[in-house]
């Protein structure tokens, strides 16, 4: 007859089996102690396929790590912040819907803004942002920077004429 080896003493994770409760089912439950100090239950096979690997203090610690980097600049779900996301997706994601007429025809985003929000959100509340706004590339031919872009209503894309043309024409004299 085979004799089972215990678990007593071993680690999993940040658990480490101190003795054997009885049984749940087929599997046998391991009272753990937590590098945290609590102590946990757990399922013997939950312990060998590496399931549970804490008390629950990992995957507390995961959230908040999460819920720290959404404050880092406390924009995400905002209207710029999905402004500056998408201006990214169709510049510098080949899968993104519009990316041809984007990044498939060199317009990219400067790094000063691709790689930081808040450069982007300090550059754009400086200069005149509000939600009935939309950013405008000032030269059609030239990336997303700081002095290639500007704020407009939302819709002006789609006039067309004189109104236009005197629009850009200012545009480019106050960021020459």
């Known amino acids: 007859m085979r004799r089972k080896l215990g678990l007593k003493g071993q ?12 049984k749940r089912g ?5 009272l753990c102690r937590c590098d945290c100090g609590n102590l946990t239950e757990v399922l013997e096979h939950h312990l060998k396929c590496s399931h549970t690997r804490s008390c629950g203090c ?10 720290l980097m959404l404050r880092k600049h406390g924009g995400s779900g905002s209207r710029l912040y999905n402004i500056w996301n998408n201006m990214k997706q169709r510049c510098h994601n080949r899968k993104a819907s519009n990316y041809k ?6 317009i990219k985003v400067c790094p000063e803004w691709k790689n930081s929000y808040e450069n982007f ?31 407009i209503t939302q819709g002006y894309n789609t006039k067309r004429g004189q109104e236009r043309r005197k ?6 004299r106050q960021y020459k």
Request: charged share 25%; net charge positive; aromatic share 16%.
């Open 167 to 172: 629009f850009l024409a200012e545009a480019r």
């Open 58 to 67: 990992l995957q507390r610690e995961a959230l908040d790590k999460g819920r």
């Open 26 to 30: 087929k599997y046998a439950v391991f």
């Open 101 to 106: 007429y984007y990044g498939g025809k060199g």
């Open 11 to 22: 680690r999993f994770g940040r658990l480490t089996v101190i003795k054997n409760t009885g």
């Open 121 to 151: 959100r300090d550059w754009a509340l400086a200069y005149g942002y509000a939600d009935n706004l939309t950013i405008h590339r000032i030269m059609a031919t030239l990336g997303y920077n700081p002095e290639n872009c500007c704020w």
